[in-house]
């Protein structure tokens, strides 16, 4: 997976150079010079040839390959569209909705959700709730896909920190999956390693948050791996992306627009480069998240506290990344 991967990334450097696919640094960008994007597209094509395969193998449900299968595919063709062609807002957001009701319909909804102590019912409210979530998750990796090797890094440390929790639990088949996640990652990330040489684009980060998703629901639903430990594991990005949009929100800003204010934005507007904040990142979900996700997986009493002061302690390092820099850009003007 790797290697196909990482050929594919090539191939797909190539394409992108010849048709012209490239993202101009703009006001709102954190890159200087013109780079070709759509590498995703290698990342796409790996991780649903590596579901097919499993799923035929019947290494993986029928159900959960399906799942990935069908909705990843569309989120990636949406996803290159866009890169090619920018889509609209309204039309992504509805492709986003179908991709992740078709997760639904075979994952057969998501009527609880366990939080350690306890378990919510929602019954029939789970699936709005869950769609809503799916379609996030989508979205807010693509706009935590900002800097060099950044998202690509992420998507490796959560989907090995998962495997590893789900090989433990016996759910081999989720467990090979998000391994597939991983290496289909890695060999993209060598052509996206700071300075980049090419940009992950719409269709990758647009499948790897919906691939999360679905992977964290069908883990849930196993009783292998709780949703909120997967949501640990991908704490870096959803807090970061979650508080932004929610100060945006509260400040009446246009927040559907591209801007530069999440606090990886922030720190590379500081100076920090990004390969420095990519290590930090990656060290941060090795030496803290993991460990974290395996305690709340271990101590499933724990489960919602453990999330909870993850929560907490992210919007204290948010918070203050933000007013350091906000108030260097007060002193600046």
């Given at each position: 997976?790797?290697?196909?991967?990482?050929?594919?990334?090539?191939?797909?450097?190539?394409h992108?150079?010849?048709?012209?696919?490239?993202d101009?640094?703009?006001?709102?960008?954190?890159?200087?010079?013109?780079?070709?994007?759509?590498?995703?597209?290698?990342?796409?094509?790996?991780?649903?040839?590596?579901?097919?395969?499993?799923?035929m193998?019947g290494?993986?449900?029928?159900?959960?390959?399906?799942?990935?299968?069908?909705?990843?595919?569309?989120?990636?063709?949406?996803?290159?569209?866009?890169?090619?062609?920018?889509?609209?807002i309204?039309?992504?957001?509805?492709?986003?909705?179908?991709?992740?009701?078709?997760?639904?319909?075979?994952?057969?909804?998501?009527?609880?959700?366990?939080?350690?102590?306890?378990?919510?019912?929602?019954?029939?409210?789970?699936?709005?709730?869950?769609?809503?979530?799916?379609?996030w998750?989508?979205?807010?990796?693509?706009?935590?896909?900002?800097?060099?090797?950044?998202?690509?890094?992420?998507?490796?440390?959560?989907?090995?920190?998962?495997?590893?929790?789900?090989?433990?639990?016996?759910?081999?088949?989720?467990?090979?999956?998000?391994?597939?996640?991983?290496?289909?990652?890695?060999?993209?990330?060598?052509?996206?390693?700071?300075?980049?040489?090419?940009?992950?684009?719409?269709?990758?980060?647009?499948?790897?948050?919906?691939?999360?998703?679905?992977?964290?629901?069908?883990?849930?639903?196993?009783?292998?791996?709780?949703?909120l430990?997967?949501?640990?594991?991908?704490?870096?990005?959803?807090?970061?992306?979650?508080?932004?949009?929610?100060?945006?929100?509260?400040?009446?800003?246009?927040?559907?627009?591209?801007?530069?204010?999440?606090?990886?934005?922030?720190?590379?507007?500081?100076?920090?480069?990004?390969?420095?904040?990519?290590?930090?990142?990656a060290?941060?979900?090795?030496?803290?998240?993991?460990?974290?996700a395996?305690?709340?997986?271990?101590?499933?009493?724990?489960?919602?506290?453990?999330?909870?002061?993850?929560?907490?302690?992210?919007?204290?390092?948010?918070?203050?990344?933000?007013?350091?820099?906000?108030?260097?850009?007060?002193?600046?003007?």
């Amino acid at each position: 997976m790797f290697v196909l991967s990482a050929l594919l990334a090539r191939l797909t450097l190539r394409h992108t150079l010849r048709n012209g696919m490239i993202d101009m640094p703009n006001q709102r960008s954190s890159h200087t010079i013109p780079t070709p994007r759509g590498g995703g597209l290698a990342i796409a094509i790996t991780f649903l040839a590596a579901i097919l395969s499993l799923g035929m193998a019947g290494l993986l449900s029928a159900e959960i390959a399906s799942a990935l299968l069908g909705g990843g595919a569309l989120v990636a063709f949406a996803g290159w569209r866009d890169d090619r062609h920018t889509l609209s807002i309204s039309l992504r957001f509805a492709v986003h909705f179908a991709a992740a009701l078709w997760a639904l319909f075979w994952l057969e909804g998501m009527n609880s959700l366990q939080l350690g102590f306890t378990t919510i019912s929602w019954q029939w409210a789970g699936v709005a709730i869950t769609a809503l979530g799916i379609v996030w998750l989508i979205n807010l990796y693509n706009f935590m896909d900002g800097i060099d090797g950044l998202a690509g890094a992420q998507a490796i440390c959560a989907a090995v920190g998962g495997a590893i929790l789900l090989w433990i639990s016996g759910a081999y088949g989720l467990a090979l999956s998000s391994l597939a996640l991983a290496a289909a990652a890695a060999g993209f990330l060598i052509w996206n390693w700071p300075p980049a040489r090419i940009f992950m684009g719409d269709v990758g980060s647009g499948l790897l948050g919906f691939s999360f998703a679905v992977l964290a629901l069908a883990s849930e639903k196993a009783g292998a791996l709780p949703v909120l430990a997967w949501l640990i594991l991908l704490a870096v990005f959803i807090m970061d992306a979650s508080f932004t949009l929610l100060r945006r929100i509260l400040n009446n800003e246009a927040w559907l627009q591209a801007h530069r204010t999440h606090a990886y934005q922030r720190a590379v507007q500081a100076g920090a480069s990004h390969l420095r904040i990519t290590m930090y990142v990656a060290g941060l979900n090795i030496m803290v998240l993991w460990p974290l996700a395996w305690l709340a997986w271990l101590r499933p009493q724990w489960l919602l506290w453990i999330f909870l002061a993850v929560a907490g302690l992210a919007w204290l390092l948010w918070a203050s990344i933000q007013r350091k820099f906000t108030e260097a850009d007060e002193i600046q003007k």
